[in-house]
């Protein structure tokens, strides 16, 4: 998924380029669905996503954890909170994924029991647009804090904790029960695995 790519990936490609330089990696970003997807038919070695455990021919090994937050202009009345519960989020215009999207599924679920929630003013498929859409001004959103890209977080954007009820997202590498990868696969596998050792615990937090 994007989000893993700038997150950890780009280091982990970095370091293998250095040590087998003559190796092709493809990199296929695409959606959490598509992701699922792509690894499910054998068309792809691995993948890093959010969703996947389960389906009972995939196995999930966790890298990291992220909090939802809300992504909000550095100009905005919630910018200066230490944090947001999800009903005071009614009180201003929001924005969402659509229900194309892996991760309002996952929200869907999880606030399927909580009162109050906020009516989105606008929708997107993909939440890097709907945090490009924060950061133009159309409203505020509910997202994985690692969505927001670092170059808005130090200008556009900040990232308030959501709390009442506090929501993570677990992402991890998937891949076929039981398959066994190619040399070259199996390397970049345990790379990424020990660039997020730690990864079992919540990202680092990242505000305004």
């Known amino acids: 998924m994007p989000t893993a790519v700038h997150h950890c990936l780009l280091t982990v490609l970095t370091n293998s380029q250095r040590l087998y330089p003559r190796i092709l990696v493809r990199v296929l970003d695409e959606g959490a669905s598509e992701v699922l997807s792509t690894v499910a038919r054998n068309e792809a070695d691995f993948g890093i996503n959010y969703i996947g455990v389960q389906e009972a021919n995939l196995e999930l090994v966790p890298i990291f954890k992220e909090r939802f937050v809300v992504a909000c202009r550095r100009d905005h009345a919630l910018a200066s909170r230490r944090s947001v519960t999800w009903a005071e989020l009614t009180r201003h215009d929001c924005i969402a994924v659509s229900k194309a999207s892996g991760n309002r599924l996952l ?38 804090q690692l969505a927001i890209p670092p170059h808005l977080m130090r200008s556009e954007s900040c ?50």
Not at 111 to 136: F, G, K, N, Q, S
Not at 178 to 197: D, F, N, W
């Open 159 to 208: 990232a308030v904790p959501l709390i009442k009820p506090v929501l993570n997202r677990t992402s991890g590498l998937i891949k076929r029960r039981g398959r066994v990868l190619s040399p070259a696969a199996e390397r970049l596998y345990q790379m990424i695995l020990s660039s997020t050792a730690n990864g079992q615990e919540t990202a680092g937090d990242r505000r305004c």
């Open 107 to 144: 929200l869907d679920l999880a606030l399927a029991d909580v009162p109050d929630l906020p009516t989105a003013i606008c929708e997107a498929r993909h939440v890097r647009t709907v945090v490009d859409m924060v950061a133009a001004g159309l409203g505020v959103a509910a997202v994985p």
